[in-house]
């Protein structure tokens, strides 16, 4: 059976790349044929193609300025679309309304929307194509999408139980989308585990590779998508004297080796790091797959909570105790136990391929 794979596409995002990876790995192992589909409105594309030459003859001005954050931040998305087209290539359409994309979609059995943020109302402007509107209904599969909050405002809360109510199966990465599906249309709907945790550590280390940024020397690793408070930097600080380690900040915007690490060297990173601080759902995700220590900080810069993943996450695998509000001391952060890990990522990956089987007619 032919699969589409309808996602957020972003080559600058870490989770996103990484998830849209074990989506199609996940589909392949059950000898199902993927494909991730890239829609693309073509008056939007006319007009970023109107603007390309002068966009390159700015960056050309600037190549070679590394300090330049915007050159930096061109680089950094050239490396993410190089790990795309080499492991999670996609098929663009041209479109300009859902009826072209109808049509071009018709020699697909099921389409999948998830994982990621894609029913976040606060950056999806094209909600008709994330709950799969230009396929019939029964081609409606939900695959651990997240709603990234905790709530839906009165203003989308009719659109939002229009299309749950017509998507054939229906599930979500967290207890709060759970709810939020119950309370809009009174369906159930199962929570799965973010298909990155489908795969095992082995099958992650396949996409890896050493990034030129590695230190000589024991290293404490931050990924942190928030504002980094005053707390967080002393934390930070107190942890690597102590410890006697060199601190990268993955997202250091200054720092060309660090900030345009790779997807598959971000996994490296946290594979080898002595121990992890981070913000961010898919930083806790791999830390745990990778069974190195970590530290959970809640993000400090949003103005609607998006906490509701992280909390379904340390629940589930009963890590609690990662989070920063549980560390009482430089020793809470190595006192890990992942002896149990193993154990719950069996049943949840058994619920999820069960699920996807389900939806797809295979039992």
């Known amino acids: 059976m032919k699969i589409g794979i309808s996602t957020i596409i972003d080559n600058t995002n870490y989770g996103n790349r990484l998830q849209n990876y074990a989506s199609k790995k996940v589909l392949l192992n059950m000898e199902l044929n993927p494909e991730t589909l890239n829609p ?26 590394f300090k330049n954050e915007e050159i930096i931040q061109r680089l950094r998305v050239i490396r993410f679309e190089s790990f795309t087209n080499k492991f999670v290539p996609n098929k663009k359409f041209f479109i300009n309304d859902l009826n072209d994309l109808s049509n071009m979609v018709k020699d697909f059995d099921y389409f999948i929307t998830g994982s990621d943020q894609v029913w976040n109302y606060n950056f999806r402007p094209n909600l008709d194509i994330d709950f799969l509107q230009f396929v019939e209904k029964d081609k409606r599969v939900a695959y651990a999408p997240s709603f990234g909050v905790s709530e839906i405002p009165n203003q989308y809360k009719e659109e939002y139980t229009k299309y749950l ?17 119950k309370d809009l ?5 199962e929570v799965l585990i973010d298909p990155t945790m489908m795969l095992d550590k082995e099958e992650w280390l ?7 940024c590695m230190p ?25 004297k102590e410890k006697n380690l060199e601190i990268l900040n993955l997202l250091d915007p200054l ?12 996994v490296y990173l946290i594979n080898e790091s002595d121990v992890v601080i981070t913000d961010s759902f898919h930083g806790a995700v791999f830390s745990i797959l990778m069974q190195t220590p970590f530290v959970i900080f809640e993000r400090q810069d949003k103005e609607v909570s998006m906490n509701s993943r992280i909390d379904t996450l340390v629940s589930t695998f009963k890590m609690e105790s990662r989070l920063s509000t549980h560390i009482k001391s430089i020793d809470d952060v190595y006192n890990i136990d992942f002896s149990h890990i193993d154990g ?14 389900n939806a797809f007619s295979m039992n």
């Open 344 to 357: 719950i990522l069996k049943h949840e990956r058994e619920k999820a391929i069960n699920y996807l089987k």
């Open 185 to 189: 249309t009174g369906r159930d709907s």
């Open 216 to 240: 000589k020397k024991k290293y404490l690793l931050t990924y942190v998508l928030g504002n980094q408070t005053e707390e967080f930097k002393a934390f930070v600080s107190k942890l690597a």
């Open 40 to 65: 693309i409105f073509e008056d939007k594309y006319k007009f970023y193609s109107k603007h390309l030459i002068k966009r390159i003859i700015v960056n050309l001005a600037n190549i070679l300025n």
């Open 165 to 181: 109510n017509e998507m054939s199966y229906l599930s979500v990465r967290e207890h709060a989308g759970q709810k939020i599906i």
């Open 206 to 212: 396949k996409v890896t590779s050493k990034p030129k």
């Open 255 to 266: 720092n060309k080796d660090i900030h345009c690490v790779d997807p598959g060297e971000f």
